[in-house]
């Protein structure tokens, strides 16, 4: 277990017991991801506050949800976040026109300086290694895990948009995840 | 039985949240009568979840506004007293309005909560920690979420600005489609607009829900226009 994980764990101990310099301290840790996370799947900086403010929240009111025993805390969290953001994106989709995505998301990538910061830190470490691993991926994979993870679509809107037999997108995501859990499980 | 391959295909739809229709189905199924007794699938489901955990890190990190700090510091409620029993949480499940009984229009607010033992006011903690569970499923149901979760086999109804149907009408849950319904109960938001409501049948035995408005007291048996459907 990385140093960064044995943090989190005694955070999630004390955060169980109501302490909020634990949630702090969790807060400082993950906002930044969490955030950058919501706001490319979402697309909107407003919705991605609503994901990471109720996925803060549910995390202080429900802390016990995580359990060690199944792995991170970092990858339940994330998890966590990008699952309510896919809900809210899915949830809002009548409202969303898709050129904001890009009007929104454009000028924040790389902006900002926490990214240099979070690159120092252990969570930077493991993005190094996550990056290595989608670039192993071939391009017809990666291409439908990333219209599913960050695109926030369906396995059957992604055979749609891309003209290709649902099965086929089955099979890509699955080999995709499969090649992703050896590489990442090597290095994790 | 399908093979495991199979079933882990499934999974990794599944815990991506790309799953739809009958494969979401199908998944809901295997999660709640396989995955539990199969330690192979089990290891593939957390590893495939712990996929979806390092993904994040894929996006550029962005620090959000101090506003929302500020905004979550302002709804933190002390751990140490009774956490759902104070501020605006309780606010919101103690005013869910169910109405009590067939062909009545009793409301109760608060304390009460039965409808008829099929849909009653859910506990906000129920909720939450169910919500909050990766294998949580949400899917929209009109103006609110449905929550369940094969883990716990419950199914909760969420919603905020909901907003009142007709004077002299309620809406009514429905399981299965409007021509084979299967009636549950009658319910009311608040005049705030916020729903909490427990589906009081296991998550896997109810399917498809929908919602239709009816006159209030009125019997429940063929269902009138639906407003509210799960999708599909």
């Known amino acids: 277990m990385r140093d960064g994980d044995r943090e989190d764990l005694e955070l999630h101990r ?32 407003i919705l991605a506050q609503d994901v990471v403010h109720d996925a803060f929240l549910a995390l202080w009111r429900a802390p016990e949800a995580y359990d060690p025993a199944r792995g991170p805390f970092r ?43 979070a690159e120092e830190s252990y969570l930077g470490v493991r993005r190094k290694e996550v990056r290595e691993a989608l670039a192993t991926l071939p391009p017809e994979q990666r291409q439908v895990l990333e219209m599913a993870y960050f695109g926030g679509k369906t396995q ?13 997108v089955k099979t890509r995501t699955f080999a995709a995840m499969r090649k992703l859990r050896a590489a990442l499980e090597d290095t994790g | 039985m399908r093979d495991h391959e199979a079933i882990q295909e499934l999974l990794a739809g599944y815990v991506l949240r790309s799953l739809s229709g009958d494969d979401a189905s199908e998944a809901d199924r295997i999660l709640s009568e396989h995955v539990p007794g199969c ?44 956490r759902w029993n104070t501020g605006r949480i309780v606010a919101v499940a103690a005013s869910v309005v169910v109405v009590v009984g067939v062909g009545a229009v009793a ?30 499923t949400r899917q929209p149901l009109g103006e609110a979420t449905e929550i369940s979760s094969p883990a716990t086999e419950k199914l909760y109804i969420y919603g905020t600005d909901v907003p009142l149907p007709a004077p002299g009408s309620v809406y009514r849950l429905w399981a299965g489609s409007p021509e084979q319904p299967r009636y549950i109960g009658d319910f009311l938001p608040t005049d705030d607009g916020t729903l909490l409501l427990e589906v009081m049948l296991p998550a896997s035995s109810v399917g498809a829900l929908f919602v239709t408005v009816e006159p209030a007291g009125s019997p429940p048996g063929q269902p009138g226009e639906v407003v509210w459907g799960t999708a599909a």
């Open chain 1, 14 to 45: 004390r955060l169980t017991s109501g302490d909020r310099g634990a949630f702090d301290d969790l807060y400082r840790r993950y906002a930044g991801p969490a955030y950058g996370l919501a706001v490319r799947v979402t697309g909107q900086q």
């Open chain 2, 39 to 82: 330690d192979e699938c089990r290891a593939t489901l957390d590893a495939f979840q712990a996929i979806a955990g390092e993904l994040a890190l894929d996006a550029p990190v962005v620090e959000p506004p101090d506003t929302l700090r500020a905004r979550l510091r302002r709804e933190l409620e002390p751990r140490a007293s009774s």
């Open chain 1, 75 to 117: 990858t339940f969290f994330l998890a966590l976040v990008h699952h309510r953001a896919v809900d809210l994106v899915r949830r809002e989709s009548r409202l969303r026109a898709r050129s904001e995505r890009a009007a929104n998301l454009e000028p924040l990538v790389g902006e900002d300086p926490a990214d240099a910061i």
């Open chain 2, 107 to 136: 409301l109760t607010r608060g304390g009460g909560g039965l409808a008829n033992g099929q849909l009653a006011r859910a506990d906000l903690q129920d909720v939450a920690t169910t919500a909050v569970n990766p294998s949580a």
């Open chain 1, 156 to 168: 059957v809107q992604i055979s749609d948009e891309l003209g290709i037999p649902l099965g086929t």
